[in-house]
């Protein structure tokens, strides 16, 4: 096994860190270790990425259920739309994007390297909401009253979201959640981290239509994932998520950035 893969083993440990001190973010992580560390193709990162999220996030949010930290009405509006979305992107859209993408003279954009251009904006996206860390206020539902509707099409765009890019959107669901639903921050979180998990594992049942799994690498993989919730449930009683956030806030947009830049280069 090569350092870089050995490597690629040790940040699955940190994704799952990440999903059990955030309550999102582990694809984040998932889809740069899968291409850049294992020399994955992207858009079967992506479907990896998919499953090693769902399951971890599953494991994260049994304990949220237990706790009664979920809010089903709330959850059911807004993933409902979403699982739609989702399962319609990866079965139908990303199959029939055109490669490439932009095709013009001498000047072409595969596919794959269009999506890994999205993502890295994705990226940097979700690495300044979680530097800027800035609870949101009640917005919408200062009242406490849900705005169901609106949740429902915010559930639209984040599983196309989700289905497009293999990312759960943990980063713009936990504010929808806050804004649209006035949810406490921690409901909002344990809430975010149900969502994500059947989202992404109904994103990854649309691939498995046209997708063969190496499921001898993506089972340990999983595993390590899934110890990685563990141990940031663990730090989350000595550490303010606060700072360990803002921190992987900065650590992301620098993995964004070497990104962009190597796929440009």
Known sequence: MTASEWLGYGAAVLAGMVIGLAGGGGSIMTVPIFVYLFGIA?????????????VTSMVGSVSHLLHRRVDLRVTAAFALPSFVSVYLARRFLVP??????????????????????FFSIVMLLAARAMIRHQQP???????????????SLDGLAVGLLTGTIGAGGGFLIVPMLVL????????????????IAVNSLIGFLGDLHHTEMAWNFLLPFTGLSIAG?????????????????????????????????????
């Open 42 to 54: 992207p858009l079967l990162a992506t479907t990896y990425s998919l499953f090693v999220v769902s």
């Open 96 to 117: 029939a994007l055109p490669d490439p993408i932009v095709s013009y003279d001498s000047y072409s954009l595969p596919k794959e390297k269009a999506i890994l251009y």
């Open 137 to 151: 206020e009640q917005g919408e539902a200062a009242d406490g009253r849900p705005r169901y509707a609106t949740l």
């Open 180 to 195: 649209l639903a006035g949810m406490p921050m921690q409901r909002a979180v344990a809430t975010s981290v149900v969502i």
């Open 229 to 265: 919730i563990f141990v940031g449930l663990a730090i989350n009683r000595f550490i303010p998520p606060a700072k360990l956030k803002k921190a992987f806030g900065w650590f992301v947009g620098i993995v964004a950035i070497y990104m962009l830049v190597k796929e440009i280069l």
